[in-house]
C-alpha cells in the first residue's frame, strides 16, 4: 500500500533535486527518504530512478510520479483546508520578498499570521527580485510577491498592492523645487539598482532621448542606494515610504520631474499547482496587510 509519507519523499526529492535535501525539508533522516522510496517502489514494481550515476535522479516513471505526487499532496491539502478548523492547519511553505516589503508590511503580517494560524510555518525570503523569479523557476520557494513585470510564464500572479516611487538627492544638493529634467539627468549621475523599477519606469520614458549617454552609478541594494543618495553622489528614483520617513528628512530631498512615474504594481506569484483555498486565504491575508506608504514601526 502507498503511504503519504511515500508520495511525500518522491514530491521532495523531485522538488529539491536529492534525497539529502528532502530529508532536510522533510525534519527526517536520508536513511528513512531511502526507506521510504524503495518501499514505494516495492509497492508499485517500478524503478523510478536512474541510478547509474553518483546522484540518482528520477527517470521517465519517476517524473510522472513527481508529478501525480504534486497533484495528490495538493488535494490534501484542500481537503485539510475545508475540513479542519483553522487554527489545526497544518503546513510550511517558503514566502520570497524583496526589500520594499521586509522595510514596510512583512513584519506585520508574520505577527499577525502568526497568531492566526499558528500552526502554519513560513519561511520567509529577502532576495533581489531577479533572484526570487529564479528561485520560483526552481521550485526552491512556494510564492513570491515581485513586481508584475518579474511574472513568469507558467505561474499563477494575484494583486497585491501599488509601490510608488519618486526621483531624489541629497538635500541641497539642487535647489528646492527644481524640476527633473530629462537634460538635468545627463548632466548629473544617476543611482540605480538593476531592477524592473528602472526599466519599466525610467528608461522607458527616456528612450530615444540620449538617455544611453546619462552616468549611472549601480546599486547592489536599495539601502545602498539609499546611502549613495544621501552621500550626494547623484540623483535616484526612491520608494515614498522611505522619502518620507523622519530618519531621512534631512538628509534627502524629493524633487519634482516632468516625467510621469505610474505606481508599480506588484503581485503574488505562485505555481498553478500550488493554488488552493488555503494560497488563497494566505493571498487575501497579504493583500490586507501589504502597505507600501510607511517604513515598519512608523
Known amino acids: 500500500m502507498i503511504t503519504i509519507k511515500q508520495i511525500e519523499a518522491i514530491y521532495w526529492i523531485g522538488r529539491l ?10 525534519g527526517t533522516s536520508q536513511s528513512a527518504i531511502t526507506r521510504r522510496i524503495q518501499d514505494l517502489e516495492t509497492a508499485t514494481r517500478t ?6 550515476t553518483r546522484t540518482p535522479t528520477l527517470n521517465e516513471k519517476g517524473q510522472s510520479a513527481y508529478r501525480q505526487a504534486a497533484s495528490i499532496l495538493d488535494l490534501a491539502g484542500q481537503m485539510i483546508d475545508s475540513l479542519a478548523a483553522t487554527d489545526l492547519v497544518d503546513r510550511s ?13 512583512i513584519p506585520g503580517f508574520l505577527a499577525a499570521m502568526a497568531s492566526s494560524h499558528p500552526k502554519l510555518t513560513l519561511r520567509l525570503r529577502v532576495a533581489g527580485a531577479e533572484q526570487l523569479r529564479d528561485m520560483l523557476a526552481k521550485k526552491q520557494i512556494d510564492l513570491a510577491v515581485l513586481p ?10 494575484e494583486p497585491i498592492a501599488p509601490l510608488r516611487a519618486s526621483f531624489c538627492c541629497a538635500r541641497g544638493r539642487l535647489p528646492e523645487g527644481v524640476p527633473v529634467t530629462r537634460e538635468l539627468l545627463q548632466e548629473l549621475h544617476f543611482i540605480m539598482q538593476e531592477n524592473v523599477l528602472f526599466s519599466q519606469v525610467i528608461w522607458r520614458e527616456l528612450a530615444g532621448t540620449g538617455a544611453g549617454s546619462i552616468p549611472v552609478v549601480v546599486s547592489d541594494g536599495l539601502l545602498s542606494s539609499l ?7 547623484g540623483v535616484s528614483l526612491l520608494p515614498d515610504f522611505l522619502l518620507d520617513a523622519p530618519a531621512f528628512g534631512n ?15 506588484y503581485v ?3 505555481l498553478e499547482e500550488r493554488q488552493s483555498s488555503g494560497m488563497s486565504t494566505l493571498i487575501g491575508s ?4 501589504c502597505h507600501f506608504d510607511k517604513m515598519m514601526g512608523a
Open 148 to 157: 508584475e513585470a518579474l511574472w513568469p510564464p507558467g505561474f499563477v500572479a
Open 286 to 289: 497579504m493583500r490586507t496587510a
Open 251 to 265: 538628509a534627502i530631498q524629493r524633487l519634482t520631474t516632468e516625467i510621469a512615474l505610474p505606481p508599480l504594481p
Open 17 to 26: 533535486g536529492s534525497f539529502e535535501a528532502a530529508a532536510r525539508h522533510l
Open 47 to 52: 524503478s523510478l530512478f536512474d541510478r547509474s
Open 268 to 270: 503574488a506569484i505562485f
Open 93 to 105: 511553505l517558503d514566502l520570497g520578498v524583496t526589500e520594499v516589503s521586509a522595510l514596510t508590511w
Open 227 to 233: 546611502a549613495q543618495v544621501a552621500a550626494g553622489r
